[in-house]
């Protein structure tokens, strides 16, 4: 019996990622590089932004004066996984720090109804 080659190989997470869109700054060795946070989990997180240094490199990431502690686990071009040293409620964390906090609605739409002539202020 031939097993299917392009089968899904099971998912090795035990914990769900939370998608986001937070900035950062990523430290290491001295070094720092702006990237965005792009998914998170208790656990660890997904960056991306630039070329990252290989695994196993300790980094500090920097959110809003907020510091965590982590290890590069992957790397690949301008993504990189981090393994987080303590534990972080995902949820919690992007909606406090993301661009557009999730489960927030943009402030309603204003109308302009009334325009001052030029030079009066």
Known sequence: MMLNALARTPERR?????????PCTVNWSGLYEF???KNMSIYGAQ??????????TPVTIVVNQVELCASIIWADGEKCGVLLEHDVDPAAFIREHSIRPLG???PPACTITHLLPRGVC
């Open 47 to 56: 960056l991306e932004g630039f070329v990252f240094p290989r695994a196993g």
């Open 35 to 37: 990237a965005t946070i």
């Open 104 to 106: 927030h609605d943009l």
């Open 14 to 22: 035990h914990q769900p990622r939370e998608a986001a869109n937070v």
